[in-house]
């Protein structure tokens, strides 16, 4: 019945037109969208909360004991900071490491680590990961394992990182096992205390790092050692507060910083746009404007409390393009559409930042032009990234006064989408695999339908804007209209494409509906696709979307973020949730583009 409805208020609305202002009830894309767009303006608070850090009860990413915060810098000294490792059975356990200065580690009383001298903290961050420049092994017996760490410092930096090898993002069927950390099975250690730290530490004391001390020997609390000006004891390492994005759910919220969130501001910018109420483009400044005002406070909280994963982290020094081009979007686009407006000098600079990065940043496949990753293999190349990237570059071309960078970054765009088609298109599916492997290109992976549409919509962004005598223009063409041509003999019976296209037996989803349905409906309205033809499939997908969307502006049946993985069953069983931004936006770009075709189409029939 709910299908029914979605179709018969569908076939209503082009009998109509629209107007700026929708009623509540509209049926209209504008209208539904604007639900959403609503709902956005209601809940999204644009605000940290103050919490205490996350404290993993696994080992299982980064750790670290940050010595300077706790007993202060400026002098040599050292210091000794204890938890616990336990595990199930016998374990070999590899730890990667970095350190300033010297630094001595016992595990059960056996020196597992040592490395002398004096040197910088080097921590190169990876895409997800935090790439160390040492490691060591340790062996683990059945049970609670002592792990004694002794750090010096010459005066400057003083602090210990700890992790275990990283998995890159790999999707495997065998998880790793993880001991536990922390203090919680340490006889004489209250709960309340294990709560607030997993680390125990002592100093500071007269520099030394090879001056035996009595607690190498023994663990005892209530004992007072001679430290470097007073004596000392064990405690627990400084306690820092953070700020922390507001109401997070599974799949993230709507306002941290990423490349689905950013989408959400470009695509409330042209809602604005196309109904004509400056309410969405305010939430759009707003999202902006939080994320520059707010790089200073993110940049302390990353680099002087070393919380590598608080709260938009990864708008410091990010080498992904989820995290740097793509949720630059709105940046660029305000910057080209708005004269003059509060913070624009901040936009300007992070946007030249970015357009470098663009240039010259982004690590790419060699020997071709498109960008690449180094997870889970080093060079592969990600289908979704034909979104994350392509579409800035066309924003970079447009908004730069030089005709030479203009050039470039056209070009630039034109290149790689075609040689992105080199590394993820099958052109005997006529489908875009979600991955290539540079390494093992013979590996096929699923065809998932929000990275098909990430491929189809950067097609359509270069089509709107590079020049139709330019030498690429029609190979691109030609390509987005095979790519359209083959997705229609996927769309199901009720108008949705399925998480993994081609398996009807994959639950049908709104984000890969919705994209497809947009770069459709702009095909038509633009004389890219035979309107006949198309028409009816767009109208098929948008109702299929809008039966998906509640009155008060919830979106359902859109899937969770996705790594890349060989395995089909991977893709089939990944979790959908309400609201999630990777398709919420998707949804307001359909709309928008469905509703111009509409409008079209009333105008010619008149």
């Not at 921590?123 to 002794?150: C, Q, T, W, Y």
């Amino acid at each position: 019945m709910k299908k029914y409805i979605s179709t018969l208020l569908f076939v209503l609305l082009l009998a109509g037109g629209s107007t700026a202002q929708q009623v509540k009830d509209d049926p209209q894309p504008a209208g539904k969208i604007k639900k959403i767009g609503d709902k956005l303006i209601r809940e999204t608070p644009f605000a940290y909360r103050l919490v205490l850090p996350a404290r993993n009860q696994r080992f299982n990413g980064l750790c670290f004991i940050d010595f300077g915060r706790s007993f202060g810098k400026g002098k040599e000294a050292v210091a000794y900071a204890y938890t616990q490792l336990t595990v199930q059975r016998d374990t070999l356990l590899s730890v990667e490491i970095a350190h300033n200065d010297a630094c001595k580690i016992w595990c059960n009383g056996n020196l597992v680590y040592e490395k002398n001298g004096t040197r910088d903290i080097a921590i190169a961050r990876d895409e997800r990961s935090m790439a160390m420049p040492d490691s060591f092994k340790v062996s683990l017996k059945k049970g609670h394992n002592d792990l004694l760490i002794k750090s010096a410092t010459s005066g400057k930096e003083w602090c210990v990182f700890l992790q275990p090898p990283s998995e890159h993002d790999a999707v495997t069927n065998m998880q790793p096992t993880y001991p536990e950390i922390g203090l919680k099975n340490v006889k004489h250690i209250d709960s309340s205390v294990a709560t607030l730290s997993s680390w125990l530490v002592c100093g500071p004391f007269p520099p030394g790092i090879d001056t035996p001390r009595a607690l190498e020997k023994s663990f005892r609390f209530g004992a007072m050692y001679p430290g470097l000006t007073t004596p000392v004891t064990w405690t627990i390492p400084k306690v820092e507060v953070l700020g922390d994005m507001i109401n997070a759910k599974a799949w993230g919220t709507t306002y941290q910083w990423n490349y689905h969130n950013g989408g959400v501001a470009w695509a409330m910018e042209q809602l604005s746009e196309l109904t004509g109420e400056k309410k969405y483009s305010r939430w759009a400044a707003d999202f902006c404007d939080f994320q520059m005002e707010g790089m200073p406070f993110v940049d302390y909280q990353v680099n002087q409390l070393r919380a590598y994963n608080s709260a938009n982290a990864m708008v410091i020094n990010s080498r992904l393009l989820d995290f740097t081009l793509a949720p630059s979007m709105p940046l660029i686009y305000r910057l080209r559409k708005e004269k003059d407006f509060k913070n624009k000098s901040i936009y300007q600079d992070y946007i030249g930042k970015m357009m470098n990065y663009a240039e010259n940043g982004q690590i790419r496949s060699p020997g071709y032009t498109n960008y690449a990753r180094t997870t889970p293999e080093e060079y592969t190349v990600w289908v979704d990234d034909m979104f994350m990237g392509i579409p800035f570059l066309v924003q970079a071309g447009l908004y730069t006064s030089d005709p030479v960078k203009r050039k470039l970054f056209f070009d630039d765009a034109a290149s790689q989408l075609l040689d992105f088609t080199k590394h993820v298109w099958d052109k005997d599916a006529r489908l875009f695999m979600h991955a290539n492997y540079s390494r093992r290109p013979q590996v096929k992976l699923p065809y998932w339908s929000r990275a098909n549409g990430w491929a189809i919509w950067a097609m359509t962004e270069v089509l709107l804007e590079l020049p139709e005598n330019h030498p690429k223009y029609k190979i691109i063409l030609h390509l987005y209209q095979d790519f359209a041509n083959s997705l229609i003999r996927y769309q199901s019976p009720g108008g949705f494409w399925h998480n993994v296209i081609n398996r009807s037996d994959s639950p049908v989803e709104v984000s890969g509906t919705a994209i497809f349905t947009m770069a459709m409906a702009r095909g038509v309205r633009l004389g890219w696709l035979d309107r006949k033809k198309f028409t009816p499939i767009v109208e098929k997908g948008w109702s299929a979307i809008a039966s998906e969307i509640e009155d008060d502006g919830t979106v359902h049946k859109i899937c969770v973020g996705t790594m890349c993985s060989e395995d089909v069953n991977y893709y089939m069983t990944r979790p959908f949730y309400d609201n999630d931004t990777h398709g919420s936006f998707a949804v307001i770009f359909a709309g928008i583009e469905v509703q111009k075709m509409l409008d079209q189409q009333r105008k010619m029939r008149k």
